[in-house]
Protein backbone atom coordinates (compact mmCIF):
# COMPACT_ATOMS: atom_id res chain seq x y z
CA UNK A 1 0.00 0.00 0.00
CA UNK A 2 2.67 2.06 0.98
CA UNK A 3 4.48 1.38 -2.27
CA UNK A 4 1.50 2.32 -4.24
CA UNK A 5 0.85 5.60 -2.32
CA UNK A 6 4.85 6.46 -3.33
CA UNK A 7 4.00 5.57 -7.03
CA UNK A 8 1.51 7.61 -7.38
CA UNK A 9 3.22 10.79 -5.97
CA UNK A 10 6.18 9.99 -7.76
CA UNK A 11 4.12 9.66 -11.34
CA UNK A 12 3.21 13.52 -10.83
CA UNK A 13 6.03 14.76 -9.81
CA UNK A 14 7.10 15.62 -13.50
CA UNK A 15 3.56 16.42 -14.84
CA UNK A 16 5.22 16.78 -18.03
CA UNK A 17 6.77 13.81 -18.38
CA UNK A 18 3.37 11.52 -17.34
CA UNK A 19 1.51 13.47 -19.76
CA UNK A 20 4.05 12.48 -22.54
CA UNK A 21 3.99 8.70 -21.65
CA UNK A 22 0.11 8.74 -20.92
CA UNK A 23 0.18 10.30 -24.24
CA UNK A 24 2.41 8.09 -26.14
CA UNK A 25 0.16 5.27 -24.74
CA UNK A 26 -2.83 6.59 -25.64
CA UNK A 27 -1.87 6.97 -29.53
CA UNK A 28 -1.16 3.19 -29.35
CA UNK A 29 -4.91 2.82 -28.52
CA UNK A 30 -5.69 4.76 -31.21
CA UNK A 31 -3.73 3.27 -33.77
CA UNK A 32 -4.57 0.18 -32.83
CA UNK A 33 -8.11 0.31 -32.81
CA UNK A 34 -8.60 2.34 -35.98
CA UNK A 35 -6.46 -0.68 -37.97
CA UNK A 36 -7.81 -3.87 -35.89
CA UNK A 37 -11.47 -2.26 -36.32
CA UNK A 38 -11.21 -1.05 -39.97
CA UNK A 39 -9.65 -5.30 -40.47
CA UNK A 40 -12.28 -6.39 -38.19
CA UNK A 41 -15.29 -4.91 -40.52
CA UNK A 42 -13.45 -5.11 -43.70
CA UNK A 43 -12.55 -8.98 -43.66
CA UNK A 44 -15.92 -9.74 -41.74
CA UNK A 45 -17.70 -8.15 -44.52
CA UNK A 46 -15.58 -9.77 -47.42
CA UNK A 47 -16.51 -13.36 -45.82
CA UNK A 48 -20.19 -12.69 -45.18
CA UNK A 49 -20.32 -11.36 -48.81
CA UNK A 50 -18.51 -14.25 -50.61
CA UNK A 51 -20.71 -16.37 -48.18
CA UNK A 52 -23.62 -15.68 -50.38
CA UNK A 53 -21.68 -15.71 -53.55
CA UNK A 54 -22.82 -19.47 -53.78
CA UNK A 55 -20.87 -21.33 -51.20
CA UNK A 56 -21.70 -20.07 -47.90
CA UNK A 57 -20.23 -19.90 -44.53
CA UNK A 58 -20.02 -23.98 -44.28
CA UNK A 59 -20.91 -26.38 -47.20
CA UNK A 60 -22.12 -29.84 -46.85
CA UNK A 61 -21.10 -31.50 -50.25
CA UNK A 62 -20.61 -34.80 -51.81
CA UNK A 63 -17.45 -36.05 -51.10
CA UNK A 64 -14.39 -34.77 -53.21
CA UNK A 65 -16.78 -32.09 -54.62
CA UNK A 66 -14.43 -29.17 -53.89
CA UNK A 67 -11.79 -30.85 -55.84
CA UNK A 68 -13.20 -31.55 -58.62
CA UNK A 69 -16.80 -30.12 -58.73
CA UNK A 70 -19.01 -32.10 -61.28
CA UNK A 71 -22.42 -32.52 -61.73
CA UNK A 72 -22.51 -36.19 -61.23
CA UNK A 73 -21.58 -36.27 -57.35
CA UNK A 74 -24.87 -35.11 -55.68
CA UNK A 75 -26.38 -35.46 -52.34
CA UNK A 76 -29.44 -37.19 -51.32
CA UNK A 77 -32.27 -36.33 -49.12
CA UNK A 78 -31.37 -32.73 -49.19
CA UNK A 79 -34.26 -31.24 -46.91
CA UNK A 80 -33.75 -33.84 -44.34
CA UNK A 81 -29.95 -32.79 -43.60
CA UNK A 82 -31.26 -28.98 -43.79
CA UNK A 83 -33.79 -29.78 -41.26
CA UNK A 84 -31.29 -31.03 -38.79
CA UNK A 85 -28.60 -28.47 -39.51
CA UNK A 86 -31.10 -25.67 -38.88
CA UNK A 87 -31.65 -26.94 -35.27
CA UNK A 88 -27.79 -25.15 -34.46
CA UNK A 89 -28.35 -21.74 -32.51
CA UNK A 90 -25.79 -20.43 -34.66
CA UNK A 91 -27.12 -20.75 -37.89
CA UNK A 92 -29.17 -18.45 -39.85
CA UNK A 93 -30.09 -20.11 -42.89
CA UNK A 94 -29.53 -23.09 -45.36
CA UNK A 95 -30.07 -23.62 -48.93
CA UNK A 96 -29.97 -26.51 -51.48
CA UNK A 97 -28.06 -25.58 -54.76
CA UNK A 98 -26.97 -27.46 -58.17
CA UNK A 99 -24.00 -25.46 -59.50
CA UNK A 100 -22.52 -26.52 -62.60
CA UNK A 101 -20.65 -25.15 -65.78
CA UNK A 102 -23.15 -24.87 -68.93
CA UNK A 103 -22.76 -23.30 -72.20
CA UNK A 104 -24.94 -20.34 -72.92
CA UNK A 105 -26.29 -19.04 -76.38
CA UNK A 106 -28.42 -16.47 -77.56
CA UNK A 107 -29.32 -16.08 -81.60
CA UNK A 108 -26.16 -14.38 -82.13
CA UNK A 109 -23.45 -15.61 -80.27
CA UNK A 110 -22.67 -18.57 -77.62
CA UNK A 111 -20.18 -18.53 -74.22
CA UNK A 112 -19.38 -20.60 -71.85
CA UNK A 113 -19.99 -19.61 -67.56
CA UNK A 114 -21.54 -21.14 -64.61
CA UNK A 115 -25.07 -22.14 -62.89
CA UNK A 116 -26.39 -21.76 -59.76
CA UNK A 117 -29.92 -23.59 -59.70
CA UNK A 118 -31.88 -22.15 -56.47
CA UNK A 119 -35.03 -22.27 -55.02
CA UNK A 120 -36.70 -18.23 -54.97
CA UNK A 121 -39.33 -19.85 -52.27
CA UNK A 122 -36.43 -20.39 -49.95
CA UNK A 123 -33.90 -18.04 -51.14
CA UNK A 124 -33.45 -14.40 -50.09
CA UNK A 125 -31.25 -11.32 -50.96
CA UNK A 126 -29.44 -11.45 -47.53
CA UNK A 127 -28.35 -14.93 -48.57
CA UNK A 128 -27.74 -14.54 -51.89
CA UNK A 129 -25.86 -11.90 -53.50
CA UNK A 130 -27.32 -12.19 -57.30
CA UNK A 131 -30.91 -11.85 -55.92
CA UNK A 132 -29.82 -8.87 -54.08
CA UNK A 133 -27.97 -7.64 -57.36
CA UNK A 134 -31.11 -7.45 -59.81
CA UNK A 135 -31.32 -4.09 -61.59
CA UNK A 136 -33.89 -5.27 -64.18
CA UNK A 137 -36.75 -7.74 -63.97
CA UNK A 138 -37.83 -9.69 -61.11
CA UNK A 139 -36.71 -13.59 -60.07
CA UNK A 140 -38.35 -16.19 -61.71
CA UNK A 141 -41.42 -17.08 -59.65
CA UNK A 142 -41.45 -20.77 -59.02
CA UNK A 143 -38.63 -23.09 -58.89
CA UNK A 144 -40.01 -25.40 -61.77
CA UNK A 145 -40.46 -22.22 -64.65
CA UNK A 146 -38.35 -21.60 -67.58
CA UNK A 147 -36.93 -18.33 -66.02
CA UNK A 148 -33.21 -17.56 -66.02
CA UNK A 149 -31.16 -14.21 -64.28
CA UNK A 150 -28.34 -13.56 -65.97
CA UNK A 151 -25.65 -10.79 -65.54
CA UNK A 152 -25.08 -7.42 -66.98
CA UNK A 153 -22.13 -8.55 -68.97
CA UNK A 154 -23.43 -11.87 -70.24
CA UNK A 155 -26.83 -9.62 -71.48
CA UNK A 156 -24.43 -7.89 -73.11
CA UNK A 157 -22.22 -9.92 -74.87
CA UNK A 158 -25.39 -12.26 -76.19
CA UNK A 159 -26.82 -8.96 -76.79
CA UNK A 160 -30.04 -9.86 -74.85
CA UNK A 161 -32.57 -8.02 -72.82
CA UNK A 162 -35.22 -8.95 -70.33
CA UNK A 163 -38.16 -11.13 -71.71
CA UNK A 164 -35.36 -12.65 -74.82
CA UNK A 165 -34.93 -16.43 -75.11
CA UNK A 166 -31.49 -18.19 -74.43
CA UNK A 167 -30.50 -21.25 -74.33
CA UNK A 168 -28.05 -23.27 -72.33
CA UNK A 169 -26.51 -26.67 -72.62
CA UNK A 170 -24.70 -28.62 -69.79
CA UNK A 171 -24.25 -32.95 -69.16
CA UNK A 172 -26.40 -34.60 -66.94
CA UNK A 173 -26.05 -37.05 -64.61
CA UNK A 174 -24.92 -39.65 -67.07
CA UNK A 175 -22.79 -37.48 -68.70
CA UNK A 176 -25.06 -36.96 -71.86
CA UNK A 177 -25.47 -33.54 -73.60
CA UNK A 178 -29.07 -31.83 -72.23
CA UNK A 179 -30.34 -28.67 -72.82
CA UNK A 180 -33.12 -26.14 -71.71
CA UNK A 181 -34.69 -22.95 -73.39
CA UNK A 182 -35.35 -19.92 -71.01
CA UNK A 183 -37.05 -16.47 -70.75
CA UNK A 184 -34.73 -14.02 -68.95
CA UNK A 185 -36.64 -13.20 -66.44
CA UNK A 186 -34.08 -10.40 -64.50
CA UNK A 187 -30.72 -8.97 -64.98
CA UNK A 188 -28.14 -8.77 -61.82
CA UNK A 189 -25.13 -6.88 -61.07
CA UNK A 190 -22.90 -7.27 -58.80
CA UNK A 191 -20.10 -5.60 -60.32
CA UNK A 192 -17.43 -8.00 -60.55
CA UNK A 193 -17.18 -8.70 -64.98
CA UNK A 194 -15.94 -11.39 -64.01
CA UNK A 195 -19.33 -12.94 -62.09
CA UNK A 196 -21.76 -10.64 -64.44
CA UNK A 197 -20.42 -12.28 -67.57
CA UNK A 198 -20.64 -15.41 -66.58
CA UNK A 199 -22.91 -16.01 -63.99
CA UNK A 200 -26.69 -17.53 -64.01
CA UNK A 201 -29.24 -17.96 -61.59
CA UNK A 202 -31.53 -21.10 -62.34
CA UNK A 203 -35.01 -22.76 -61.25
CA UNK A 204 -33.96 -26.17 -59.26
CA UNK A 205 -36.55 -27.90 -60.01
CA UNK A 206 -36.38 -27.75 -63.58
CA UNK A 207 -32.64 -28.47 -63.37
CA UNK A 208 -33.49 -31.75 -61.30
CA UNK A 209 -35.21 -32.89 -63.81
CA UNK A 210 -33.42 -31.62 -66.64
CA UNK A 211 -30.17 -33.78 -65.24
CA UNK A 212 -31.94 -36.60 -63.76
CA UNK A 213 -31.57 -35.67 -60.43
CA UNK A 214 -34.47 -37.56 -57.29
CA UNK A 215 -36.36 -34.70 -55.95
CA UNK A 216 -34.72 -34.06 -53.54
CA UNK A 217 -30.86 -33.51 -54.70
CA UNK A 218 -28.55 -31.15 -55.13
CA UNK A 219 -24.73 -30.29 -55.61
CA UNK A 220 -24.85 -28.51 -52.27
CA UNK A 221 -25.86 -27.39 -49.32
CA UNK A 222 -24.84 -23.76 -47.98
CA UNK A 223 -25.06 -22.71 -44.36
CA UNK A 224 -24.96 -19.45 -43.38
CA UNK A 225 -24.56 -18.22 -39.61
CA UNK A 226 -24.62 -14.97 -37.55
CA UNK A 227 -21.14 -15.27 -36.84
CA UNK A 228 -18.59 -16.00 -39.41
CA UNK A 229 -16.01 -16.52 -36.63
CA UNK A 230 -17.71 -19.61 -35.48
CA UNK A 231 -17.15 -21.39 -38.80
CA UNK A 232 -15.00 -23.90 -37.71
CA UNK A 233 -16.92 -24.21 -34.72
CA UNK A 234 -20.45 -24.90 -37.05
CA UNK A 235 -18.81 -27.07 -38.77
CA UNK A 236 -17.60 -29.40 -36.41
CA UNK A 237 -21.11 -29.21 -35.09
CA UNK A 238 -22.50 -30.35 -38.42
CA UNK A 239 -19.97 -32.88 -38.91
CA UNK A 240 -22.01 -34.67 -36.06
CA UNK A 241 -24.99 -34.48 -37.39
CA UNK A 242 -24.34 -35.75 -40.70
CA UNK A 243 -21.81 -38.63 -40.55
CA UNK A 244 -21.45 -40.10 -43.68
CA UNK A 245 -18.32 -41.37 -45.86
CA UNK A 246 -19.61 -39.79 -48.85
CA UNK A 247 -20.65 -36.30 -47.46
CA UNK A 248 -17.65 -33.52 -46.81
CA UNK A 249 -18.23 -30.88 -44.41
CA UNK A 250 -16.40 -27.31 -45.63
CA UNK A 251 -16.01 -24.27 -44.22
CA UNK A 252 -15.09 -21.50 -46.25
CA UNK A 253 -11.84 -21.16 -45.29
CA UNK A 254 -11.68 -24.56 -47.31
CA UNK A 255 -13.79 -23.79 -50.19
CA UNK A 256 -12.88 -20.20 -50.73
CA UNK A 257 -9.30 -21.07 -50.76
CA UNK A 258 -8.09 -17.47 -52.45
CA UNK A 259 -10.59 -15.43 -49.91
CA UNK A 260 -9.04 -17.19 -46.66
CA UNK A 261 -5.41 -16.78 -48.77
CA UNK A 262 -6.10 -12.70 -48.54
CA UNK A 263 -7.55 -12.52 -45.47
CA UNK A 264 -4.76 -14.58 -43.52
CA UNK A 265 -2.20 -12.27 -45.65
CA UNK A 266 -3.88 -8.91 -44.83
CA UNK A 267 -4.41 -9.53 -40.96
CA UNK A 268 -0.64 -10.99 -40.92
CA UNK A 269 0.61 -7.51 -42.27
CA UNK A 270 -1.46 -5.91 -40.38
CA UNK A 271 -0.24 -7.85 -37.11
CA UNK A 272 2.83 -6.53 -38.30
CA UNK A 273 2.53 -3.22 -38.63
CA UNK A 274 1.03 -2.88 -35.37
CA UNK A 275 4.07 -4.70 -33.90
CA UNK A 276 6.56 -2.10 -35.31
CA UNK A 277 4.03 0.56 -34.27
CA UNK A 278 4.27 -0.93 -30.35
CA UNK A 279 7.80 -1.09 -30.67
CA UNK A 280 8.35 2.46 -31.50
CA UNK A 281 6.12 3.20 -28.49
CA UNK A 282 7.67 0.94 -26.19
CA UNK A 283 10.90 2.56 -26.69
CA UNK A 284 9.37 5.71 -26.24
CA UNK A 285 8.29 4.94 -22.81
CA UNK A 286 11.30 3.08 -22.18
CA UNK A 287 13.15 5.65 -22.38
CA UNK A 288 11.00 8.22 -20.61
CA UNK A 289 11.01 5.94 -17.57
CA UNK A 290 14.73 5.24 -17.82
CA UNK A 291 15.39 8.68 -17.43
CA UNK A 292 13.27 9.48 -14.46
CA UNK A 293 15.26 5.99 -12.80
CA UNK A 294 18.84 7.92 -13.37
CA UNK A 295 17.47 11.08 -12.39
CA UNK A 296 16.45 9.65 -9.08
CA UNK A 297 19.83 7.98 -8.59
CA UNK A 298 20.72 9.68 -5.45
CA UNK A 299 17.13 9.49 -3.90
CA UNK A 300 17.40 5.65 -4.23
CA UNK A 301 20.57 5.11 -2.81
CA UNK A 302 19.13 7.09 0.12
CA UNK A 303 16.18 5.01 0.52
CA UNK A 304 18.55 1.74 0.66
CA UNK A 305 20.52 3.51 2.87
CA UNK A 306 17.76 3.93 5.76
CA UNK A 307 16.39 0.09 4.80
CA UNK A 308 14.77 -0.12 1.52
CA UNK A 309 15.08 -3.46 0.04
CA UNK A 310 16.44 -3.31 -3.31
CA UNK A 311 13.01 -5.23 -4.21
CA UNK A 312 11.08 -2.94 -3.30
CA UNK A 313 12.73 0.11 -5.62
CA UNK A 314 12.22 -2.25 -8.28
CA UNK A 315 8.33 -2.97 -7.42
CA UNK A 316 8.25 0.98 -7.00
CA UNK A 317 8.81 1.50 -10.40
CA UNK A 318 6.98 -1.59 -12.16
CA UNK A 319 4.00 0.28 -9.85
CA UNK A 320 4.54 3.46 -11.58
CA UNK A 321 4.51 2.04 -15.10
CA UNK A 322 1.40 0.14 -13.57
CA UNK A 323 -0.43 3.94 -13.29
CA UNK A 324 1.18 5.22 -16.28
CA UNK A 325 -0.19 2.38 -18.27
CA UNK A 326 -3.58 2.74 -16.56
CA UNK A 327 -3.29 6.84 -17.51
CA UNK A 328 -2.11 6.38 -20.68
CA UNK A 329 -4.86 3.80 -21.56
CA UNK A 330 -7.63 6.44 -19.87
CA UNK A 331 -6.63 9.23 -22.21
CA UNK A 332 -6.69 6.24 -25.31
CA UNK A 333 -10.22 5.74 -24.86
CA UNK A 334 -11.22 9.38 -23.98
CA UNK A 335 -9.24 10.23 -27.49
CA UNK A 336 -10.14 7.37 -29.50
CA UNK A 337 -13.99 7.22 -28.62
CA UNK A 338 -15.33 10.20 -31.24
CA UNK A 339 -12.91 8.82 -33.94
CA UNK A 340 -14.51 5.01 -33.09
CA UNK A 341 -17.91 6.47 -32.90
CA UNK A 342 -17.42 8.85 -36.48
CA UNK A 343 -16.13 5.88 -37.85
CA UNK A 344 -19.17 3.31 -36.64
CA UNK A 345 -22.24 5.30 -37.43
CA UNK A 346 -20.43 7.02 -40.93
CA UNK A 347 -17.56 5.57 -41.81
CA UNK A 348 -15.23 6.84 -44.84
CA UNK A 349 -16.65 6.68 -48.21
CA UNK A 350 -13.55 5.75 -51.28
CA UNK A 351 -15.88 5.36 -53.93
CA UNK A 352 -15.07 8.81 -55.71
CA UNK A 353 -11.66 7.75 -55.64
CA UNK A 354 -12.63 4.12 -57.19
CA UNK A 355 -14.98 5.22 -59.90
CA UNK A 356 -13.82 4.28 -63.16
CA UNK A 357 -11.85 1.42 -61.76
CA UNK A 358 -12.43 -1.33 -63.44
CA UNK A 359 -11.29 -4.25 -60.57
CA UNK A 360 -12.52 -3.33 -57.13
CA UNK A 361 -12.58 -6.70 -55.94
CA UNK A 362 -10.34 -8.55 -53.02
CA UNK A 363 -9.65 -12.09 -52.95
CA UNK A 364 -12.72 -12.45 -56.01
CA UNK A 365 -15.21 -10.58 -53.74
CA UNK A 366 -16.02 -6.99 -54.12
CA UNK A 367 -14.81 -4.74 -51.96
CA UNK A 368 -16.79 -2.10 -49.87
CA UNK A 369 -16.18 1.47 -50.67
CA UNK A 370 -17.36 2.56 -47.29
CA UNK A 371 -14.79 1.74 -44.74
CA UNK A 372 -16.08 1.38 -41.34
CA UNK A 373 -15.18 0.66 -38.07
CA UNK A 374 -16.13 -2.40 -35.88
CA UNK A 375 -14.52 -4.22 -32.87
CA UNK A 376 -14.94 -7.65 -31.64
CA UNK A 377 -14.80 -8.32 -27.68
CA UNK A 378 -11.73 -10.13 -28.21
CA UNK A 379 -9.71 -7.49 -30.31
CA UNK A 380 -11.03 -4.93 -27.31
CA UNK A 381 -9.29 -7.35 -24.84
CA UNK A 382 -6.25 -7.69 -26.61
CA UNK A 383 -5.48 -3.97 -27.44
CA UNK A 384 -5.77 -2.93 -24.13
CA UNK A 385 -3.94 -6.44 -21.99
CA UNK A 386 -0.95 -5.96 -24.96
CA UNK A 387 -0.12 -1.70 -24.55
CA UNK A 388 -0.81 -2.43 -20.95
CA UNK A 389 1.88 -5.39 -20.97
CA UNK A 390 3.97 -3.44 -23.23
CA UNK A 391 4.13 -0.82 -20.54
CA UNK A 392 4.97 -3.13 -17.65
CA UNK A 393 7.73 -4.80 -20.43
CA UNK A 394 9.45 -1.80 -21.14
CA UNK A 395 9.61 -0.54 -16.96
CA UNK A 396 11.55 -4.11 -16.64
CA UNK A 397 15.08 -2.64 -16.97
CA UNK A 398 14.81 0.77 -15.35
CA UNK A 399 13.17 -1.21 -12.72
CA UNK A 400 16.08 -3.17 -13.00
CA UNK A 401 18.56 -0.54 -12.83
CA UNK A 402 17.00 1.18 -9.95
CA UNK A 403 17.31 -2.26 -8.08
CA UNK A 404 20.62 -2.23 -8.81
CA UNK A 405 21.55 1.45 -7.21
CA UNK A 406 24.98 1.56 -6.05
CA UNK A 407 24.24 3.11 -2.80
CA UNK A 408 28.14 4.32 -1.80
CA UNK A 409 29.03 6.20 -5.00
CA UNK A 410 25.75 8.04 -5.32
CA UNK A 411 25.90 9.16 -1.81
CA UNK A 412 29.71 10.14 -1.84
CA UNK A 413 28.11 13.34 -4.57
CA UNK A 414 25.67 14.20 -2.16
Excluded: C
Excluded at 169 to 195: C, M, N, P, Q, Y
Excluded at 221 to 250: F, G, P
Excluded at 373 to 383: G, N
Amino acid sequence: MMLNRLAWKNIWRHKRRTLITGFSISFGVFLATTFTGIGDYTYTNMIDVSATMGLGHVTVEPAGYNLAPSLDKRLQNASQIQQQIMTLPQVTQTNARIMGQAMFASASKSIGGSFMAIDPATETPAANLFIKSIVEGELFASADTRGIAIGTVMAEKLNLRLGKKIVYTTTDVDGEIVGEVARISAIFHTGLDEVDGAMALLPINLMRKTLSYQSDDTSIITVLISDQRDAEMVRNEVAKIVRSEDVEILSWKKTQGDMNGFVTLKRGSQFLMELLIGLVIAAGILNTILMGVIERSREFAVMVAVGMAPLALFLLVMVEAFWLAIIGLILGIIITAPWFYYLFYTGLDYSAMMEGMQDVSAGGVLFDPLIRIRLFKESIIAILSGLFLLTLFSALYPAWRAMRTDTVDNLKTI
